[in-house]
């Protein structure tokens, strides 16, 4: 069974940095593909940055140069930092094994707010 369990959001002003992790088991984690999505409430899933299991990353325009996903097949972890956040990336983010996040986790929580 394919588990993935989300931790790292919160609460932080525009400006502000988090570091998202996501705990994956079930499967081999280091031959697999891994993303985040994002989603605010009523509208779609968001995707938001994929990386490859040879370490190549793809990352939406709009976040691009902000966010920084990374994975460490050590730990079966995967990772995305979110800098120079903004209002409007206020969703609640998941990690998924394929880039529409149809197989996703349980999300965690990212809040920006003055």
């Known amino acids: 069974e394919v588990l993935l369990l989300e931790s790292g959001g919160g609460l932080v002003q525009p400006g502000g940095s988090l570091r998202l992790s996501c705990s994956a088991s079930?499967?081999?984690?280091?031959?697999?593909?891994m993303s985040w999505v994002r989603q605010v409430p009523g509208k779609d899933l968001e995707w938001v940055s994929t990386i490859l299991a040879d370490g190549t990353v793809y990352t939406e325009a709009s976040v691009k140069g902000r966010f920084a996903i990374s994975r460490d097949n050590s730990k079966n972890t995967l990772y995305l930092q979110l800098n120079s956040l903004k209002i409007e990336d206020t969703a609640t983010y998941y990690c998924?094994?394929?880039?529409?996040?149809?197989?996703r986790g349980q999300g965690t929580q990212v809040t920006v707010t003055s």
């Open positions: 998924a094994i394929d880039a529409k996040g149809q197989t």
């Open positions: 079930g499967f081999t984690f280091s031959r697999s593909p």
